[in-house]
């Protein structure tokens, strides 16, 4: 059995690891996970002692007391491509201002599958994050191109707008507006839009616009192939789709 030093001399390493991948911060139950990985055995509760009593747990936040839940039922699907959520945040930059963030995340997955920044945060922007992802994973922006998919997204203007409600529906999507005054109904992409400020919004300054979407693109891509879901069984959600694709081969 491992001492507690030489626990604590690989918890380092590992939390150096995911640095270099530029996340900070994981919580015990990850590090335990990816301990797990390289082979090193450690109970879960002596991992969260070890890293109280070095100073080394993630800050942690309390939450509200919450009521009843305003809707019952899953936003997790049975498979990738069959619903995404989109949805909109704010950073500064020095040169342009305040500027908008939009993302899109299939919520089988967990994959970010489309990320953009802009000044005018309106609903052509909003449409940005769909149109990287349908082109990657529906192979063509066409007509009816993804008539599988549906689409949670709040009551933002961008996204009840006309303009981009028409779009959605020439891609076949199915537009699902999640409950007013509910944002759990969105709570696949507001849980990455927790980590996304958590890891990069957060700590890191920016310039321009340029720069903010060369760090977004490159956080989507450390993101999808790096972090570890717990929901996943601690497998990063490029694992999961990489997984799914081989069985549905298999299966073929």
Known sequence: MLTD?????????????????GFTGEGYRK?????????????????????RD???????????????????????????????????TATYTSYHGHVTVFAAID??????????????????????????GIKRYFGTYSREAASSLLLRHDHGSQYMSK???????????????????SPEGNGVIERFFRTLKEQLLWVKHFETVDQLLDALHCFKQQYNEHWIMQRHG???????RDEWNAAM????
């Not at 590090?31 to 890293?51: H, Q």
């Not at 601690?234 to 999961?240: D, E, H, L, N, S």
């Open 234 to 240: 601690y497998r990063t959600p490029k694992q999961v």
């Open 249 to 252: 081969m298999e299966a073929a």
């Open 5 to 21: 030093d030489r626990v604590l001399l690989e918890i380092r390493k590992m939390i150096h690891e995911a640095q270099v991948h």
């Open 31 to 51: 590090v335990w996970a990816r301990l797990r990985f390289k082979g090193i055995s450690a109970d879960k509760e002596r991992i969260r002692r070890i890293m």
């Open 54 to 88: 070095n100073n080394l747990l993630a800050p942690h936040r309390l939450g509200k007391p919450r009521g009843p839940a305003a809707h019952t039922g899953t936003i997790i699907p049975m498979a990738p491509n069959l619903m995404w959520g989109t949805d909109a």
């Open 163 to 181: 303009h981009f409600q028409k779009e959605v529906k020439f891609l076949g999507i199915t537009s699902s507006p999640s409950f007013v005054r």
């Open 107 to 132: 919520h089988f997955t967990g994959e970010c599958v489309g990320m953009h920044a802009a000044i005018m945060g309106n609903r052509f922007e909003a449409l940005e994050p769909l149109r990287q």
